[in-house]
């Protein structure tokens, strides 16, 4: 089956996932987590990328992103893992490549999705059982987001300056946002969505980028035959 075309569209939040091939480890050491997002804040300000949330997992990786121009995540994805298999495979005397196929995304209704996607990212090393709470995990957006520790790798976008006055009384908000887990169907709704490339939002929001994309947001319902 012919792969469905990305969505590229500016100005519009995308949820990333890109994994090690076969689910193997592409960080090994803290040197590892440091060079990708050295490379990946290059690559972001070149490519005119902003980044929301992150996290680096042992094998995969979750971004949360606003792309500035058509093509540009891409792009920065491609400029990061050229230098970061090179410098991996160097490092551990390996050879061939380190990433499973193509990126996984989805564009995202920002209103309903954007904070619900963010907790998702921050919370994978819980839910991985890697650490008891998301501040325990150095290498995430958490501390940024929720704490007010700086990182040079975020861009807020304008619902998180909406949260409050200044950056405490946001970092405040948005921690206060952790105090519940997401919801099982907003977990799965972020899940599928990324995963089949599918958008993310109501039925009005998937309309509005079909119409501007050309291409379907969600799948044909049960058989019913392809146009």
């Excluded at 990212?121 to 940024?144: G, K, Q």
């Amino acid at each position: 089956m012919a792969r469905l075309p990305r969505y590229e569209l500016p100005g519009v939040p995308q949820h990333v996932i890109q994994r090690g091939n076969n689910r193997q480890a592409i960080f090994a050491g803290k040197g590892d987590y440091r060079a990708y997002l050295r490379w990946l804040k290059a690559a972001a300000d070149e490519h005119g990328v902003k980044i929301h949330a992150y996290v680096l997992m042992t094998n995969h990786v979750h971004l949360l992103v606003t792309p500035g121009e058509s093509g540009a995540i891409g792009r920065v994805l491609q400029s990061l893992g050229r230098r970061y298999v090179q410098y991996f495979n160097y490092t551990y005397g390996r050879t061939g490549t380190l990433w499973e196929g193509r990126y996984r995304a989805t564009v995202i209704e920002a209103e309903r999705y954007f904070f619900t996607c963010s907790r998702y990212i921050e919370l994978n090393p819980v839910r991985a059982v890697m650490v008891a709470r998301p501040e325990d995990y150095p290498w995430s957006s958490f501390r940024h987001n929720a704490l007010g520790v700086s990182d040079e790798q975020i861009s807020p976008h304008e619902l998180y300056l909406g949260l409050g006055p200044g950056p405490a009384a946001r970092a405040d908000v948005y921690r206060r946002l952790f105090d519940t887990d997401p919801l099982d169907a907003d977990v799965a709704a972020i899940r599928g969505a990324t995963n089949a490339g599918w958008v993310l939002g109501n039925e009005r929001f998937k309309q509005e980028i079909e119409m501007l994309t050309q291409r379907r947001g969600s799948p044909l319902p049960r058989g019913r035959k392809k146009d």
